[in-house]
């Protein structure tokens, strides 16, 4: 079996974030790592590299316990005052952005405008509603950049900015649209892995147990979750210089191509059983977080957050439950994700 492919056509292009039609990102945030290849790519990975570094993302530890503490704290309050409470605005999806907020070095004071922005961003009711929130961060991050600039601090925008290759640096738009997918990658996908890993080890009472049983399997327990629960169904477009065929499909030049990560992780010619949810499987490689020149700089620390959550969680909450039957929980609607609108627990 070969990689599933679906081709959608050039129209593609004018397709959006969530199915709003017609919106695209202003192109100072678009040309970013995900979207430009070599020489490009490379130039610009090699200056990121120098300063997104696994001592930068270690020294957030202590930052991501403490938040998801504090987090999980407020969780289990709610939940014995109210008697459930839901994971995702309560938990999940504040997570991420107090730690992007801290990477960025977002003032306190902003934090909340900031949070809302991006909270609307990923979620809108309108188009409108999308095309105000993108403009309202990048502005910001222009600002910030700007003030970063007369005021650094120790933090990866400083960084960032001061970063320089024999004589090479970031350009401004360069340094916006790096601001913007870190804060966009960084955030949405962590923050539903978060809850669909919780949802996947509630409906996996064994699985769950063994974890109770020896937490020192949590970051096998996080690589199965990427496996076998991450959001992304499907790959960021991609459009072939010259006709290829995958998997028996002929791919013209300059068509639209989108590779189905969730169906790949699931090839029985891959691994074994691989509709089982099974966190001692031995066979941990995947393609949630990229791959070759492709591969999430911020992988390191998308896993340190996912695995500082559920560990926090599963400690503080030790009987976390559903509060409603797993048929009953809501989803939101996306051609390119699988992730939870809301995720009601309560403490068992």
Same mark, same amino acid.
């Given at each position: 079996?070969?990689?599933?492919?679906?081709?959608?056509?050039?129209?593609?292009?004018?397709?959006?974030?969530?199915?709003?039609?017609?919106?695209?990102?202003p192109p100072?945030?678009?040309?970013?790592?995900?979207?430009?290849?070599?020489?490009?790519?490379?130039?610009?990975?090699?200056?990121?590299?120098?300063?997104?570094?696994?001592?930068?993302?270690?020294?957030?530890?202590?930052?991501?316990?403490?938040?998801?503490?504090?987090?999980?704290?407020?969780?289990?309050?709610?939940?014995?005052?109210d008697g459930?409470?839901?994971?995702?605005? @309560?938990?999940?999806?504040?997570?991420?952005?107090?730690?992007?907020?801290?990477?960025?070095?977002?003032?306190?004071?902003?934090?909340?405008?900031?949070?809302?922005?991006?909270?609307?961003?990923?979620?809108? @009711?309108?188009?409108?509603?999308? +095309?105000?929130?993108?403009?309202?961060?990048?502005?910001?991050?222009?600002?910030?950049?700007?003030?970063?600039?007369?005021?650094?601090?120790?933090?990866?925008?400083?960084?960032?900015?001061?970063?320089?290759?024999?004589?090479?640096?970031?350009?401004?738009?360069?340094?916006?649209?790096?601001?913007?997918?870190?804060?966009?990658?960084?955030?949405?996908?962590? @923050?539903?892995?978060?809850?669909?890993?919780?949802?996947?080890?509630?409906?996996?009472?064994?699985?769950?147990?063994?974890?109770?049983e020896d937490?020192?399997?949590?970051?096998? +327990?996080?690589?199965?979750?990427?496996?076998?629960?991450?959001?992304?169904?499907?790959?960021?477009?991609?459009?072939?210089?010259?006709?290829?065929?995958?998997?028996?499909?002929?791919?013209? +030049?300059?068509?639209?191509?989108?590779?189905?990560?969730?169906?790949?992780?699931?090839?029985?010619?891959?691994?074994?059983?691989?509709?089982?949810?099974?966190?001692?499987?031995?066979?941990?490689?995947?393609?949630?977080?990229?791959?070759?020149?492709?591969?999430?700089?911020? +992988?390191?620390?998308?896993?340190?957050?996912? @695995?500082?959550?559920?560990?926090?969680?599963?400690?503080?909450?030790?009987?976390?439950?559903?509060?409603?039957?797993?048929?009953?929980?809501?989803?939101?609607?996306?051609?390119?994700?699988?992730?939870?609108?809301?995720?009601?627990?309560?403490?068992?």
């Amino acid at each position: 079996m070969g990689p599933p492919v679906a081709t959608l056509g050039n129209d593609v292009a004018k397709m959006t974030w969530n199915g709003y039609k017609g919106f695209s990102l202003p192109p100072a945030l678009d040309a970013n790592l995900l979207n430009i290849d070599p020489t490009d790519h490379l130039r610009l990975r090699r200056l990121v590299s120098k300063t997104f570094t696994p001592r930068r993302v270690e020294a957030l530890r202590a930052g991501v316990q403490e938040a998801a503490g504090g987090l999980a704290d407020a969780l289990a309050k709610r939940m014995e005052t109210d008697g459930a409470a839901d994971l995702v605005s @309560q938990f999940a999806n504040p997570l991420p952005l107090v730690v992007i907020g801290n990477l960025l070095g977002v003032p306190e004071q902003d934090r909340k405008p900031f949070s809302d922005w991006v909270t609307t961003m990923f979620d809108p @009711q309108s188009r409108d509603d999308m +095309a105000n929130a993108v403009d309202s961060i990048h502005r910001y991050l222009l600002d910030l950049i700007e003030q970063r600039r007369r005021e650094p601090d120790d933090r990866l925008l400083s960084a960032l900015i001061a970063v320089r290759d024999e004589g090479d640096k970031l350009t401004e738009d360069e340094l916006v649209s790096l601001a913007f997918l870190i804060l966009f990658a960084g955030s949405e996908s962590t @923050q539903h892995v978060i809850s669909g890993g919780l949802l996947t080890l509630l409906e996996h009472p064994q699985q769950l147990g063994a974890l109770r049983e020896d937490p020192a399997l949590l970051p096998d +327990a996080v690589e199965e979750i990427l496996r076998y629960a991450h959001p992304n169904q499907m790959a960021i477009r991609r459009f072939p210089t010259e006709d290829v065929v995958i998997g028996g499909t002929r791919i013209p +030049a300059g068509d639209t191509v989108m590779l189905c990560i969730a169906s790949a992780h699931r090839d029985p010619q891959r691994y074994p059983e691989p509709d089982r949810f099974d966190i001692h499987r031995t066979d941990k490689a995947h393609l949630t977080l990229g791959c070759g020149v492709h591969y999430c700089l911020g +992988a390191p620390l998308a896993r340190l957050e996912i @695995q500082t959550a559920l560990g926090t969680l599963l400690r503080r909450c030790p009987q976390l439950a559903l509060d409603v039957p797993a048929d009953q929980l809501r989803w939101r609607p996306s051609f390119r994700s699988h992730a939870l609108k809301e995720l009601p627990i309560t403490a068992g």
